[in-house]
């Protein structure tokens, strides 16, 4: 067992062991705090539940494909690899569905080519950004998010381009 594998557990036992010793008696402090998490989540689990249908629809309904297979041609002209476009097109989206097409491509191209590199690459620079706000967001009531839906689009364009200009760079 390594030392990252052990951080969590060994985490856990020094926070009983130190309420142990400060005299807390553990689980009733454990199920207080887990009530006071409910109302967060009834708050919250509407807006997850329209997160997750929004993306089941546009990825069944064919929305990404129709995407990737208009996109292709100007992609490959400015040289984005069209391989990465449902991943560029899904980040923004869905964490589960964007792993889900990392590891296709990891094992259609491998984790080591330049495909797989700038594919991770990618997914460590970016962040999905509509399950994000819509959970924070409606977890404390903000409707009008202003300008936090533009500037997080641009910042995922950027690292989406960025990560593929800097694995050419590196990786050519």
């Known amino acids: 067992m390594s030392y990252a594998t052990a951080a969590i557990p060994l ?13 807390v008696d553990v689980y009733d402090a454990f199920v207080k705090g887990a009530a006071q998490g409910l109302p967060v989540l009834y708050r919250v689990l509407p807006y997850m539940a329209a997160m997750l ?10 929305v990404v ?21 449902p991943l560029a097109l899904l980040r923004p989206l869905s964490g589960s569905a964007s792993m889900a097409l990392v590891a296709d491509l990891f094992k259609t191209y491998g984790a080591d080519s330049r495909i797989g590199l700038t594919a991770a690459v990618m997914m460590g620079s970016s962040e999905t950004i509509f399950y994000t706000l819509a959970l924070y967001f ?5 409707r009008e998010t ?27």
């Open 146 to 172: 202003r300008f936090t839906i533009p500037v997080a689009l641009l910042s995922t364009v950027l690292s989406v381009i960025s990560s593929v200009v800097v694995c050419n760079l590196l990786f050519a």
């Open 65 to 85: 494909d129709a995407l990737t297979a208009l996109l292709t041609g100007p992609m490959k002209a400015i040289g984005f690899p069209p391989e990465l476009l």
């Open 53 to 62: 249908i929004c993306i089941r629809l546009l990825r069944t309904s064919g």
């Open 11 to 23: 985490l856990a036992v020094a926070v009983v062991l130190y309420a142990l010793y400060k005299r």
């Open 138 to 142: 409606g977890a404390v009531g903000i």
